[in-house]
């Protein structure tokens, strides 16, 4: 592609027309324009929304200080496909450096849009300094922010934050605060700590809660829920069991051959295959003849897990 002339671009960032303005900034990237980033922080304030959205979105691939604030500002815009374009921009930085802008703008956010945009992006930079932060906002009146804020907190993996966090794992009034919150108590090690939040989100109302304890108990190789784990494969929800047949193949469990057995036969195949994987993981001969017979099952994948499975339990 031939690169846009100086005089071109700079004619066309200047036009009445809204329209062209916003095409001259998609084209600033294949430019010969020395300064791009100075152009982009222009069309930022631009006072058409599309122009300001492309702008926000193009500014991702630079990490600086001054682009950083000039997206933090922008998380308040009037028009929500610029807030988006800007939260997706700082949700890919990557230089922890970067994330010095992000917490001094924390506590003058105006929005909740803008308080869960600044968690998001703070969590994969891993800022120690975000702990305080993200573990008050778990009392926002906003499940947006609380939300943001349990992410922020499960990649900080600070064990203190654990109590908190079981709490709004077991009490907090939106299911996706609690799934969240309920994912977030994998990095624990002290097993025995979290179990008991663990187990309450089993009987969760939310089968999406549900779902995430039987694979966080998994995770944490938590075999004080074997029974529970196994209690789980009775679940309404064929996500949840699926999860469950997973976790109980990590633990070994012997005591839920039964039901992995039986779940070896179920109708939808996401569940015969995690009941193959997780006979195999067990490795118990009294598995060989439902796994012999699911070899015959019309689910290629099915049968190539129950192969597997087999040579598991043979060596």
């Given at each position: 592609?031939?690169?846009?002339?100086?005089?071109?671009?700079?004619?066309?960032?200047?036009?009445a027309?809204?329209?062209?303005r916003?095409?001259?900034?998609?084209?600033?990237?294949?430019?010969?324009?020395?300064?791009?980033?100075?152009l982009?922080?222009?069309?930022?304030?631009?006072s058409?929304?599309?122009?300001?959205a492309?702008a926000?979105r193009?500014?991702?691939?630079?990490?600086?200080?001054?682009?950083?604030?000039?997206?933090?500002?922008a998380l308040?815009?009037d028009?929500?496909?610029?807030?988006?374009a800007a939260?997706?921009?700082?949700?890919?930085l990557?230089?922890v450096?970067?994330?010095?802008?992000?917490?001094?703008?924390?506590?003058?956010?105006?929005?909740?849009?803008?308080?869960?945009?600044?968690?998001?992006?703070?969590?994969?930079l891993?800022?120690?300094?975000?702990?305080?932060?993200?573990?008050?906002a778990?009392?926002?009146?906003?499940?947006?922010?609380?939300?943001?804020?349990?992410?922020?907190?499960?990649?900080?993996k600070?064990?203190?934050?654990?109590?908190e966090?079981?709490?709004?794992?077991?009490?907090?009034?939106?299911?996706?605060?609690r799934?969240?919150?309920?994912?977030?108590?994998?990095?624990?090690?002290?097993i025995?700590?979290?179990t008991?939040?663990l187990?309450?989100?089993?009987?969760?109302?939310?089968?999406?809660?549900?779902?995430?304890?039987?694979?966080?108990?998994?995770?944490?190789?938590?075999?004080?829920?074997?029974?529970?784990?196994?209690?789980?494969?009775?679940?309404?929800?064929?996500?949840?069991?699926?999860k469950?047949?997973?976790?109980?193949g990590?633990?070994?469990?012997?005591?839920?051959l039964?039901?992995?057995?039986?779940?070896?036969g179920?109708?939808?195949?996401?569940?015969?295959?995690?009941a193959?994987i997780?006979?195999?993981?067990?490795?118990d001969?009294?598995?060989?003849?439902a796994?012999e017979?699911?070899?015959?099952?019309p689910?290629?994948?099915v049968?190539?897990?129950?192969?597997?499975?087999?040579?598991q339990?043979?060596?």
């Open positions: 592609m031939m690169p846009v002339m100086n005089a071109d671009i700079h004619s066309r960032l200047a036009s027309d809204a329209a062209v916003r095409i001259a900034v998609m084209d600033l990237p294949d430019s010969d324009e020395d300064d791009i980033e100075t982009l922080l222009a069309a930022l304030k631009d058409d929304a599309k122009v300001r492309e926000a193009l500014l991702e691939g630079y990490e600086n200080h001054t682009v950083v604030a000039a997206l933090v500002r308040e815009d028009d929500a496909e610029v807030c988006g939260a997706t921009s700082l949700s890919e990557k230089m450096a970067m994330g010095d802008g992000l917490l001094s703008a924390l506590p003058k956010a105006r929005t909740t849009f803008a308080r869960a945009a600044l968690f998001r992006a703070l969590r994969e891993r800022r120690p300094e975000a702990f305080t932060h993200a573990l008050a778990l009392n926002a009146s906003a499940a947006e922010v609380r939300c943001a804020a349990l992410g922020t907190l499960g990649y900080l600070n064990s203190a934050a654990l109590p966090i079981a709490r709004i794992a077991t009490t907090d009034t939106d299911p996706e605060a799934r969240i919150a309920v994912g977030a108590l994998g990095f624990a090690t002290d025995a700590a979290v008991p939040a187990q309450h989100a089993l009987q969760d109302t939310s089968w999406q809660v549900r779902e995430e304890a039987t694979a966080t108990l998994g995770k944490l190789l938590a075999v004080d829920s074997s029974d529970d784990l196994i209690a789980a494969m009775a679940d309404p929800y064929w996500q949840v069991r699926v469950a047949a997973r976790s109980l990590k633990l070994k469990t012997r005591a839920a039964p039901v992995l057995i039986t779940a070896l179920h109708e939808i195949s996401n569940l015969r295959k995690e193959a997780a006979l195999g993981e067990i490795g001969h009294s598995a060989l003849p796994l017979k699911a070899l015959e099952d689910d290629p994948d049968r190539k897990l129950a192969r597997i499975a087999l040579n339990i043979a060596k």
